[in-house]
């Protein structure tokens, strides 16, 4: 489902339009016969799995339970099927009550089939929803401090794969991700 940005009203050009994915919750509110889990795939804004569920709780009929969950995809153009296969990580936001971590348990399972545990990581809605956002911010960061780093490259005479793959393969930040995640769990 696409999350393309507003072009008109409050917000145009910088909000996401969530048309789409509203109008997504209103189909399923119209044809569940039964209780649902609805994963969220998209890239979209904290909270749009509340905006979803209000949608579906609003136009649903009574007596259906229903739990959104976040799975956000890290799929490279180019790669998508390999990384779908082999991803280096899933993850799976879900609602934090009892029922919300047992439908998140339901789609861990299914991507247990093909994906080792140690890979499928659960968090919070929130938190997975924003982990995509962060890990775009990232990316399009490293990709922008590389196109620097070329400029300088050229230059200086250096040879930009070799740079880049020279700070590849430095581990200390693999190391303080790891070290700043287990010291923010304890605070």
């Not at 072009?7 to 145009?12: C, D, M, P, T």
């Not at 299914?110 to 997975?128: F, G, H």
């Not at 490259?153 to 070290?179: F, M, N, P, Q, Y």
């Amino acid at each position: 489902m696409n999350t393309p940005t507003k072009v008109k009203g409050i917000g145009a050009g910088r909000a996401a339009d969530l048309r789409f994915i509203e109008s997504v919750g209103r189909t399923v509110a119209q044809y569940a016969n039964r209780s649902k889990i609805v994963i969220e795939k998209s890239t979209v804004p904290v909270r749009t799995a509340e905006a979803l569920k209000q949608v579906i709780s609003a136009n649903g009929q009574k007596g259906h339970a229903c739990w959104i969950l976040s799975n956000p995809e890290f799929l490279a153009e180019g790669t998508a099927m390999r990384d779908l296969e082999a991803p280096d990580r899933v993850l799976i936001g879900g609602p934090t009550s009892a029922d919300g971590i047992a439908a998140a348990g339901v789609l861990a399972d299914i991507y247990a089939n093909w994906v080792p545990q140690e890979r499928i990581l659960t968090t919070n809605l929130w938190s997975s929803e924003l982990s995509k956002l962060v890990a775009n911010a990232m990316l399009a960061q490293r990709v922008s401090s590389m196109n620097s780093i070329s400029q300088l490259c050229e230059k200086t005479g250096a040879d930009v794969a070799e740079v880049s793959r020279a700070i590849g393969a430095d581990s200390r930040d693999r190391k303080s991700t790891r070290l700043n995640s287990s010291h923010t769990q304890h605070l």
